[in-house]
């Protein structure tokens, strides 16, 4: 599987909504290699186009000295917060560039370019034409577009009107976007748009940070077309880089995770478009990974309300666990949410620290104390040990399916599902009372090995999201190779009788807040 995520701007600092979908997006990456499945995760930054050659000028920096700059912040927040990528896709890299050139004269041989006159309006923040469609009902174009200019000028179009029947076709025949009721969207909008070709360059007079047009020095590409060809460029596409991987084997599978802003007209149309023309197939097709914005009170998170929520300041108050725990916890995949700060600590004391921490340290604490750390589980079993059983079997099952569908919150609920089970069946069992009486030795020690064995999956599970986390506790139980195992291969009984664990210590510390 490839799975990428949106290159992000670097026209200024990273925000909670970028580190959602970069942490979304390792995490799948991450539950992919535990599922034994081979994986490749592509992220990088989108450092060219005119609202970057704008933000720099104001700082009065070089566009190359600021877009390094910004991009070295993106770069160790991905470091802190535990993103591994296995490709960083930054567009000024020279590799990209000769790619996105020999694409885009390949585009031209093939008559899928042209050149022609334009006169128009042209929004600066979005950095497009508009047409009559982009006006409100009152005639206007919206504050969103930002300053409308009217400009005439010649440029370079993509003949996309020519791929957009294929690509309502091949919408129709397969499940390509995800969650399938963003379909809809994407669909309404081709059908209102099939007779206009995409204009694809920026004369330099007008703005010259970009990649020039290889038969046409006055021009540099459009920052879109430059930006979605990263998904191809940074993964070997033309095999002329010896640096990047073998484009055929990696171009698998292919999902690409993107917010729901950028899927029409740029994934959605554009790029589909865009990789019909250069001749894929429709089995080489991406799917888009459609996820909705995390806002602030129900509005949109923005530099002038002043409410963007900053993940490094946020890393590193709580921590990173308690950062990647929410931001894939508390959001249903392709839904908005509200970005709450008193959920993110309630919801790592309540699921972390009380419910796991409980169960892991009851387990590791207990086995300690009574049975000096060796584990034991003796037959015959009693029903509550069997339904214990059922409800990591359940637990296991519904992780995976939820997993498989993208939906990472969940998943983490049915791996707190069975936490929750294994708190009760500690309370039903008592081990602590039990264990006052000698008699029950055997019995005590099996109630452990359950609780103690039940640690070990979570550990596993838990994994593709709290990576240091599932670390800390493997370390406790201290089976080795315990976080190798595949998903697919974990059973229960991996615990064999007479292990021995180690003692607890805390891997969840309870937040608390200062009042
Ligand atoms: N550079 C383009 C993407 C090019 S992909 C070939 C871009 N960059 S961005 O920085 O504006 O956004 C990057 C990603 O972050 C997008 O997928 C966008 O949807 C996502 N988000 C931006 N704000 C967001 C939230 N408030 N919440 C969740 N994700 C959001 O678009």
Redesign the pocket.
């Known amino acids: 599987m490839l799975l990428t995520t949106?290159?992000?701007?670097t026209n200024g600092k990273p925000?909670?909504?970028?580190a959602?979908?970069k942490i979304l997006t390792d995490v799948l990456a991450r539950y992919q290699r535990l599922s034994g499945n081979p994986v490749f995760f592509l992220t990088g930054v989108?450092q060219h186009g005119q609202k970057v050659e704008q933000t720099a000028a104001k700082e009065g920096e070089t566009p190359a000295a600021y877009v390094e700059r910004i991009t070295a912040g993106f770069l160790a927040l991905w470091e802190k917060t535990g993103v591994h990528y296995d490709g960083w896709a930054a567009t000024t890299d020279p590799r990209h560039k000769h790619c996105v050139q020999d694409i885009l004269t390949d585009l031209k041989d093939k008559g899928e370019l042209y050149k022609k006159a334009y006169s128009g309006f042209y929004s600066v923040r979005q950095e497009q034409f508009l047409t009559d469609r982009d006006r409100d009902e009152q005639g206007n174009f919206g504050p969103e577009w930002g300053e409308v200019v009217e400009i005439q000028e010649e440029n370079w179009y993509f003949r996309l009107s020519a791929h957009t029947s294929w690509l309502q076709e091949f919408l129709e025949k397969n499940d390509a976007i995800l969650p399938t009721f963003r379909k809809a969207e994407l669909t309404n909008a081709i059908a209102r748009n099939t007779s206009l070709d995409l204009c694809i360059s920026r004369p330099k007079a007008r703005m010259s940070w970009g990649i020039e047009i290889p038969f046409d020095p006055d021009y540099v590409t459009y920052v879109w077309f430059d930006?979605?060809i990263?998904?191809i460029s940074f993964v070997g596409y033309g095999g002329k880089e010896s640096t990047f991987p073998d484009f055929a084997t990696t171009w698998q599978n292919v999902v690409h995770v993107?917010?729901?802003?950028?899927m029409v007209p740029?994934h959605g149309i554009y790029w589909y478009c865009m990789l019909h023309a250069m001749g894929f197939t429709d089995a080489q097709m991406p799917r888009l990974l459609v996820?909705g914005?995390?806002?602030i009170r129900g509005e949109k998170?923005s530099k002038s309300l002043g409410n963007i929520v900053d993940p490094n300041e946020l890393a590193d108050r709580f921590g990173t666990d308690a950062l990647r725990y929410y931001l894939c916890r508390d959001i249903v995949i392709g839904r908005d949410s509200d970005f709450d700060v008193e959920r993110l600590v309630m919801l790592f004391n309540t699921e972390l620290a009380n419910e796991l921490g409980n169960l892991c340290n009851r387990a590791l604490n207990m086995s300690q104390r009574f049975t000096a750390g060796v584990l034991h589980c003796y037959q015959p079993l009693q029903e509550e040990d069997h339904t214990l059983q059922q409800s990591l079997t359940d637990s296991h099952k519904n992780y995976r399916d939820a997993m498989e569908n993208f939906d990472v919150a969940k998943a983490l609920e049915a791996l707190n599902r069975h936490v929750v089970n294994c708190n009760i069946y500690a309370e039903r069992m008592k081990p602590w009372e039990m264990n006052k009486n000698p008699d029950n030795k055997e019995r005590v020690a099996t109630v452990l090995y359950h609780l103690a064995e039940s640690v070990a999956h979570c550990a596993v599970m838990l994994s593709p999201v709290l990576p240091d986390a599932a670390a800390k506790l493997a370390a406790q139980i201290d089976l080795p190779g315990l976080l190798e195992n595949k998903l697919p291969d974990l059973t229960w009984g991996m615990l064999p009788n007479g292990h021995t664990i180690q003692k607890p210590s805390p891997v969840f510390p309870r937040i608390v807040i200062e009042a």
């Not at 949106?6 to 701007?9: C, P, R």
């Not at 925000?15 to 970028?18: E, P």
């Not at 993107?258 to 950028?262: L, S």
């Open positions: 949106a290159i992000d701007y925000h909670i909504g970028h959602y979908e989108d930006a979605l990263n998904y993107i917010g729901k802003d950028i740029a996820h914005w995390w806002n998170m």
